[in-house]
């Protein structure tokens, strides 16, 4: 598994991601594996995140947006 933690380009059907674009590659969305909320040090200003586990073509990836913008969390090998 490798930590990433870099902004990606998301497609999204029904709030769901189906297609991301990073580093000029591109993933197609297979299977969303599962979802969970992550509320954050709310004291201390972070904003809740919504993840995704996703399984694509090219392998699983993890995935979070925090409602405006997309971040590629980590990869698993």
Known sequence: MRVILEPIAVDVDDGR???LR????????LHV???WTWRG???QGDSRRRYYLL???EGSLE????GSTWTLSRLMD
Do not use: E, K, L, N
């Open 22 to 29: 990073w580093r000029h590659a591109s993933f197609r969305v």
């Open 17 to 19: 991601p189906v297609a």
């Open 41 to 43: 040090r709310w004291w």
């Open 55 to 57: 399984d694509c073509a």
């Open 63 to 66: 995935v979070f947006t925090d």
């Open 33 to 35: 594996v599962d979802t």
